[in-house]
T-cell receptor
Framework: DTGVSQNPRHKITKRGQNVTFRCDPI?????LYWYRQTLGQGPEFLTY????????KSRLLSDRFSAERPKGSFSTLEIQRTEQGDSAMYLC?????????????FGSGTQLSVL | DQQVKQNSPSLSVQEGRISILNCDYT??????FLWYKKYPAEGPTFLIS?????DKNEDGRFTVFLNKSAKHLSLHIVPSQPGDSAVYFC?????????????????FGKGTKLSVKP
């Protein structure tokens, strides 16, 4: 499978715990995005990387959230001191970064439930 | 406030007929628009896109129309098939405002659930 891979698919945690998600993008894609989706809403942009550089962060990304993309390959999204409001589907997407016709390819997401 | 609005939460269409999904936006800086399809337990799948310099883009059974003066776009699916049943998201980007000109910082609507009945 050469698509975007996300692990784990599901994560249940207790409030206050830290969680980390992993995303493996399509290998030749230089841009990687994180989105969050809650029930009944469309995905919301969180942050994006071009290679290993984190270029943009949404105001939704509080200081409890941190994302990395070491060496411009896979990426991790960590949430510290989780809150019930963090419960959502976390989606990763990658793209080639075509400047005039950028298409994002999404993974299947990590469903986080904070109890 | 929602910058991208899909006012119909659901749409039901007979197989073989046309499906028309609508989307309105408020931000005049949006210059790139996309439609994504989503099945349960999967991530969104890219369908079709259109730049603001065009008013129509076609790909097989899917056509997207853009009316900039009305800030409205629509997705036409002809003919509709039962496998098209999914949630459809409209998304928009203001690439000129994004670092590096990224078109991937997308604002999504809430989606429209399409049901195509055999």
């Amino acid at each position: 499978d050469t698509g975007v891979s996300q692990n784990p698919r599901h994560k249940i945690t207790k409030r206050g715990q830290n969680v980390t998600f992993r995303c493996d993008p399509i290998s030749e894609h230089n841009r990687l995005y994180w989105y969050r989706q809650t029930l009944g809403q469309g995905p919301e942009f969180l942050t994006y990387f071009q290679n290993e550089a984190q270029l943009e962060k949404s105001r939704l990304l509080s200081d409890r959230f941190s994302a990395e993309r070491p060496k411009g390959s896979f990426s991790t999204l960590e949430i510290q001191r989780t809150e019930q409001g963090d419960s959502a589907m976390y989606l990763c997407a990658s793209s080639l970064g075509d400047p005039t016709n950028e298409k994002l390819f999404f993974g299947s997401g990590t469903q986080l439930s904070v109890l | 406030d929602q910058q991208v609005k899909q006012n119909s939460p659901s749409l039901s269409v007979q197989e073989g007929r046309i499906s028309i999904l609508n989307c309105d936006y408020t931000n005049s800086m949006f210059d790139y628009f996309l439609w994504y399809k989503k099945y349960p337990a999967e991530g969104p799948t890219f369908l079709i896109s259109i730049s603001s310099i065009k008013d129509k883009n076609e790909d097989g059974r899917f056509t997207v129309f853009l009316n900039k003066s009305a800030k409205h776009l629509s997705l036409h699916i002809v003919p509709s098939q039962p496998g098209d049943s999914a949630v459809y998201f409209c998304a928009a980007s203001a690439s000129r405002l994004n670092y590096g000109g990224s078109q991937g910082n997308l604002i999504f609507g809430k989606g429209t659930k399409l049901s195509v009945k055999p």
